[in-house]
């Protein structure tokens, strides 16, 4: 695995325990930030298509880092929330508590790696490509957007969309963004998602 | 499958198809009518019984649609009954609809944020549906009506409507689709079924209707205007 995983946390303790926990398990490389501004500045033009990104709620509902999101929707977020709340269960899987066990957090971040499986890892049968399509479809951008941002074309992706609605059954933008939200192709707490809808 | 004629009875229709029993109650046939065959209990109650028996068995039987006799009938007919099926939807099926979502979502204990986005697609598919049938309603049929009547006023044609159907019935395939192959099931299996029994219902019903809007109504409106042109 090649992901570049950021974190964004202004607890030093929680990053780098996050960090430790993800480099035994993943290889990875994982950068740490304090705060959204840092890393928007420091990574704008260089951040990784796939990049995952684990920031502190708080941080993640600023508007910088909302707009920042929104112009970079091949990226994957996920919450950290602070201790008080109680750990996350299943089905909800953008986020997670500081008071998830190791193995449940590996659980929701392993998700997150949908990129990276290959075949027929990635939901019903959607090569990588196709996914990267459906995101981008899901996140209301234009098939000449679409084709370059992945820096193919029209044409082309317009074929994968073909083949996406045939292999889920699923025809209306507003219905794959639904089902790209369930399967966190696309990060349901973005605003762009929500509108679509 | 069946063709029904003259001589069936009520009876032998809905035992063959329990959900002919709407489009039976938006040609205004009522029932109580004893055993009485069906073109008894049309000339009773005023209706034309071919008509009733054409829109009776297209319903029933896909593969059924005589084009030519059903545009032989005059487009305030069709109006007529085609208004009778938006009233249905709009004052049963869709509330009905609505009332299971909203048990159906209830019925999750845990998580329902799946579920909340299912209703988030089924209102903004709503919404759309609603606008398209008020448009039907206050532009298209009375622009038919007028054109009949030779009153036509403004000048509004036909094909700025004819595309509208598909879009539409995209939606409600998706989100049985959604329902069937992608939410997790943390929830009522009954009320979902019966949710999802109302919209394969909805789907098979409004078909028949966008068919009968297209194929029929909207050639013999061309066929009008062309006329009036002239």
Do not use: W
Not at chain 2, 195 to 208: P, Q, V
């Amino acid at each position: 695995m090649n992901n570049i995983i950021y974190i964004i946390h202004k607890s030093e303790i929680i990053s780098k325990g996050i960090s430790c926990i993800l480099q035994e398990r993943y290889n990875c490389s994982v950068k740490n930030y304090h705060n959204a501004e840092e890393l928007i500045k420091n990574e704008q033009k260089t951040i990784h298509k796939q990049a995952i990104i684990l920031i502190e709620e708080i941080i993640s509902s600023q508007e910088t880092f909302q707009i920042f999101i929104r112009n970079n929707p091949t990226l994957s977020m996920l919450k950290i929330i602070a201790s008080e709340r109680d750990a996350n269960d299943t089905g909800n899987y953008d986020s997670i508590s500081i008071m998830n066990t190791e193995s449940e957090f590996l659980r929701i971040v392993n998700d997150l790696f949908v990129f990276d499986r290959k075949e027929s890892g990635s939901s019903e049968g959607l090569t990588k490509r196709e996914t990267e399509v459906l995101k981008l479809v899901a996140s209301g951008f234009s098939n000449k957007e679409i084709a370059d941002k992945l820096f193919i074309s029209t044409h082309t992706v317009i074929s994968h969309r073909k083949n996406i609605t045939e292999k889920l059954d699923i025809k209306s933008i507003s219905g794959l963004t639904v089902y790209a939200m369930i399967n966190n192709i696309v990060n349901p707490a973005s605003l762009s998602g929500l509108d679509l809808i | 499958m069946t063709i029904f004629t003259k001589n069936s009875r009520i009876d032998d229709i809905v035992d063959e198809n329990y959900n002919l029993l709407p489009v039976i109650n938006r040609l205004g046939i009522k029932l109580g009518n004893k055993d009485l065959k069906i073109d008894k209990v049309c000339s009773i109650q005023g209706i034309d019984t071919n008509f009733a028996l054409l829109i009776i068995n297209t319903f029933n039987n896909e593969q059924y649609f005589p084009e030519p006799a059903l545009r032989s009938f005059s487009p305030i007919m069709i109006i007529n009954y085609l208004k009778r099926t938006h009233t249905y939807y709009l004052d049963y099926l869709i509330p009905h609809i609505d009332f299971l979502l909203s048990n159906l979502i209830k019925s999750s204990k845990s998580n329902k944020k799946q579920l909340e986005l299912v209703e988030k697609f089924y209102k903004k598919y709503k919404q759309e549906l609603l606008l398209h049938i008020n448009e039907e309603e206050e532009k298209v049929f009375p622009y038919v009506l007028a054109l009949t009547n030779n009153t036509r006023t403004d000048k509004y044609s036909i094909h700025a409507f004819e595309k509208e159907h598909t879009n539409v019935e995209e939606k409600l395939n998706d989100l049985k689709r959604l329902l069937i192959r992608y939410i997790q099931p943390i929830y009522d299996e009954y009320i979902c079924n019966e949710f999802l029994s109302a919209l394969y219902r909805f789907e098979k019903d409004i078909s028949n209707h966008a068919r009968i809007e297209d194929k029929i109504l909207i050639p013999q409106i061309i066929k009008i205007e062309r006329g009036v042109n002239e």
